[in-house]
């Protein structure tokens, strides 16, 4: 069975600095797709970034980055130049296709990042 | 798009009174989720439907709850009669298969 495990229930780090968050994920598949989504207090979740696994380059967005390590199974995320928005909790994800044709989605247990000023 | 809606944004009910959430996937997603979180228990799947059909309800906690999704724009999770362990934060959340999900902004349910 698919695992997710984020292993840092909370962090911080000081304003404009660099944060890593760790996730780790178990599968004996081989296509399947990795996300971060955020939670800030306001509790809408949001799409931060997607990985698929299929693609060997790091995935980008503005701030963010991953370090998708396949063979590892390891996808952290890493946020550049922290601002005091980004306090939320972070949620990794993983989803794959079954074989029954659905596909089924299974989120770690969050991390809970404060960005201090 | 206004992104999914869920309504109400916050529900405070007495046990035993049944309960009904709602939610309008964005146009276009053919998978619609409902999720519940906690602080216990984390961000937990219910159940989800992929193209109206419900695919997997095994996050259901118990015959209380129940899921319908009658068009590719309505869902509802329905818990009857209602308790309060069942307080929590009641996400929907819908996507077209491959891509990310887009969630609604939940519904706070407090049962008393």
């Known amino acids: 069975a698919q695992t997710v495990t984020q292993s840092q229930p909370e962090m911080s780090v000081q304003e404009a600095e660099t944060v890593t968050l760790s996730c780790t994920y178990d599968?004996?598949?081989?296509?399947?797709?990795l996300f971060w989504y955020k939670q800030p207090p306001s509790r809408q979740m949001i799409l931060v970034i997607r990985q698929e696994a299929y693609k060997q380059q790091n995935a980008t967005e503005n701030r963010f980055s991953v370090n998708f390590q396949k063979a590892a199974k390891s996808f952290s995320l890493k946020i550049s130049d922290s601002q005091l928005g980004d306090t939320a909790m972070y949620f990794c994800a993983f989803m794959s296709l079954t074989t029954s044709g659905t596909y089924k989605y299974i989120f770690g247990t969050g991390t809970r990042l404060k960005v201090l000023a | 798009d206004a992104g999914v809606i869920q309504s109400p944004r916050h529900e405070v009910t007495e046990m035993g009174q049944e309960v009904t959430l709602r939610c309008k996937p964005i146009s276009g997603h053919n998978s619609l989720f409902w999720y519940r979180q906690t602080m216990m228990r984390g961000l937990e799947l219910l159940i989800y439907?992929?193209?109206?059909?419900?695919?997997?309800d095994s996050g259901m906690p118990e015959d209380r709850f129940s899921a319908k999704m009658p068009n590719a724009s309505f869902s509802t999770l329905k818990i009857q009669p209602s308790e309060p362990r069942d307080s929590a934060v009641y996400f929907c959340a819908s996507t077209l298969q491959g891509s990310g999900y887009t969630f609604g902004s939940g519904t706070r349910l407090t049962v008393v």
């Open positions: 439907f992929n193209n109206n059909v419900p695919i997997d």
């Open positions: 599968t004996s598949e081989n296509n399947y797709y």
